[in-house]
């Protein structure tokens, strides 16, 4: 990593990002670990709070399906995540959103999944199709010299792979970082020693950290943890790697060839604490698309806005029962919007809004929308996890599923998602006059057509 004396030209690729040959120069970081749980999400909100801190204008990213850790990385950097998957959002497309951020940004930061090789695509296939250099954390309370160990097995299993170094997090001592320092290959950088400490923690429920809003002192706890890490030795700037954009006629045809063609065509978006799950790509391109977007509240609001079509995304509606199942004007209007045939796509939370009653752990029962047959049974284990694609009659969407509920006497699937490699079954999709319903979370840019025909009101929908 590059300290500002170490490198003459250190101003200019900060301050005015350097093009060499359709290139754009930026540093960047690939920040993974050896596992779920070692510390990821704290240490990139923590890096990108420091050097925004500094006066730099930080682009994060998040690899994989998530809609927390983005929120807390965009309340730490100051602007917007995005999300970054070889399969859900394609290379093209992943190539394109960092090019714009290097035109833009002093320092790009990237947040893993899971573990640096999990995953087919993994966080590694990403960092290095990239080229940009990983730092890998790992969490070391009950272990010393294995940290190196465990440090030059990640870096030759895949020799090929740019690697930065190690972060050694939850350490129980100044003599615990000497004796990991001291384990470490010479060709292996140890780029911070952290010890364990409350400060390093966000707080988090069983689908997640909890989100930025739902705290006063989010702000300051994300300014302590930039502290930390920058007494911790993790003050500096990566090396820049080159952006190259790589939109290609193929994706120009896809952008251009449905512009508009949701032009005119209203719809009502729940967004509130309990509705939230949405990716910013998938309002972009239906504002592209030309459709006019309407955000509600189930909890607050009594009616639905004056629309054509209404999606009702997940979220956490499990912690909010009382005030949308007491709201009985909204769910009215809503039946009544479903009676009418109106197009709706209900996701995960939405979905289980959607149907006849959520059930909580202390076997609470508490009425939903009822537009179709079902209920959600909240549980404390999760259910068919991961990246999906879905075969719906308006074309293959991707996404993926993350719940921990499931649904039961419910309508009989139209189709059921594939997921990459697993042969088995993935999430049930049901169908009722123009309601779509799936655990799934879609990301709408995976196909533009069908995005099209699931909200626009003249397309028949297929069962």
Not at 61 to 69: A, E, I, M, N, S
Not at 187 to 192: A, D, E, R, Y
Not at 259 to 279: P, Q
Not at 317 to 331: C, D, F, V
């Amino acid at each position: 990593m590059l300290r500002p004396e170490q490198n003459d030209t250190f101003d200019q690729q900060i301050d005015e990002p350097t093009k060499q040959g359709g290139a754009v120069l930026c540093p960047a970081l690939f920040i993974s670990a050896i596992a779920s749980g070692q510390g990821k999400t704290t240490i990139t909100a923590g890096l990108a709070r420091y050097h925004r801190n500094q006066g730099r204008k930080v682009r994060v990213f998040k690899t994989g399906p998530d809609y927390l850790d983005p929120l807390i990385l965009e309340q730490a950097a100051g602007s917007p995540a995005e999300q970054l998957d070889l399969w859900m959002v394609g290379k093209k497309r992943c190539r394109h959103y960092l090019y714009e951020a290097a035109k833009d940004a002093d320092l790009i930061l990237i947040e893993g999944v899971m573990g640096l090789y999990d995953g087919d695509p993994s966080g590694a296939d990403l960092a290095e199709y990239f080229g940009i250099p990983v730092a890998a954390i790992i969490s070391a309370p009950t272990m010393a010299q294995t940290v190196g160990a465990i440090a030059l097995g990640l870096t030759q299993y895949r020799p090929s792979l740019p690697f930065a170094g190690i972060i050694a997090n939850t350490l129980g001592s100044d003599r615990h970082a000497e004796l990991v320092r001291e384990s470490m290959p010479d060709s292996i950088p140890v780029l911070g020693c952290l010890k364990k400490q409350d400060q390093l923690t966000l707080p988090q429920r069983h689908l997640g950290l909890v989100r930025p809003h739902e705290l006063e002192d989010y702000d300051e706890k994300l300014d302590q943890i930039a502290d930390i890490l920058a007494t911790a030795g993790l003050d500096t700037l990566p090396e820049p790697v080159a952006f190259h954009d790589e939109i290609e006629e193929t994706l120009k045809v896809n952008t251009t060839q449905h512009v508009k063609s949701l032009a005119g065509v209203k719809i009502a978006i729940a967004r509130d604490e309990a509705f939230s799950f949405i990716y910013p790509a998938n309002l972009r391109l239906l504002e592209r698309l030309g459709a006019e977007l309407h955000f509600f509240s189930p909890c607050a609001d009594e009616q639905l806005p004056e629309v054509d079509s209404l999606w009702l995304p997940g979220g956490y509606p499990e912690l909010h029962l009382e005030k949308i199942s007491q709201n009985l004007s909204m769910r009215e209007s809503i039946k009544a919007f479903y009676l009418q045939g109106h197009k709706i796509l209900a996701e995960c939370g939405g979905m289980l809004y959607a149907q006849q009653s959520i059930v909580t752990l202390d076997n609470q029962d508490w009425p939903m929308a009822g537009l179709i047959p079902g209920i959600g049974v909240m549980r404390t284990k999760g259910g068919c996890q991961g990246m999906q694609s879905a075969a719906l009659p308006e074309g293959e969407l991707r996404g993926h599923a993350h719940h921990r509920s499931k649904s039961e006497e419910t309508l009989p699937a139209i189709t059921f998602g594939k997921r990459i490699k697993h042969p088995a079954p993935g999430e049930p999709v049901v169908r009722s006059k123009g309601l779509t319903a799936s655990y799934l979370h879609f990301y709408f840019p995976s196909n533009q057509a069908a995005t099209i025909r699931l909200f626009h009101p003249d397309e028949v929908l297929a069962s």
